[in-house]
């Protein structure tokens, strides 16, 4: 059936919150421009699901290409790409064939359709009462078990940053041991933050004791 998907989640007569940090992204299964999947598919490792608002529509066009662009960074820290928005996959394909034959570019990561917007609700892209996702443009990084780690939001006229996207990634993966935090800006092979000990009492000889630098090692 065309635009069939489904979350494996209980159905639940309340509305779901929007998801945040540290949550368990829902898994679904559903249509793609590579086949059918699952995004329990993509345990193991990280992954960036991002949504656009629809085909055709020149920032979204955009982004893709720079993300197809940018695949092969992505990959090499073990991280993939999945797109989405509400259209159907006759669209989606049609509109990559556009960008091909237009762009010169093949995008090589599958696209989501959600013509229901059932996958776009479950995850608080857009509101449980729209009926449209004009203002869908978010991205969630997932980590190897699941879990949402950092989620964007922009407007529909608003184009996102691929370079921003791989430094959070890299910053996520860089501070996942507990031990470091990224500064401000901070870019791989920078400087790093020494993570506070809320037991260690302040001493009294490092006035800078609370925000310490260190050398990425």
Known sequence: MAGEM??????????????????????FTARTTQG???????RGQWLVFFSHPADFTPVCTTEFIGMQQAAERFAAMNCALLGLSVDSLYAHHAWLRAIQTGFGVTIGFPVVEDPSMAIGRAFGMIDEQAESSAAMRCTYFIDPDGVVRAITVYPHNVGRS?????????????ADDGDVMTPEGWQPGGDLLRAPDPEAAPPADAPDWFCQRIADR
């Open 36 to 42: 059918e999947r699952a995004l329990g598919d993509y």
């Open 162 to 174: 691929v370079d921003e996207m791989l430094r959070l990634l890299a910053a996520l993966q860089r």
């Open 6 to 27: 489904s979350l494996t989640e209980t159905p639940s007569r309340t509305p779901p919150r929007p998801l945040r940090i540290g949550d368990v992204a829902p898994d």
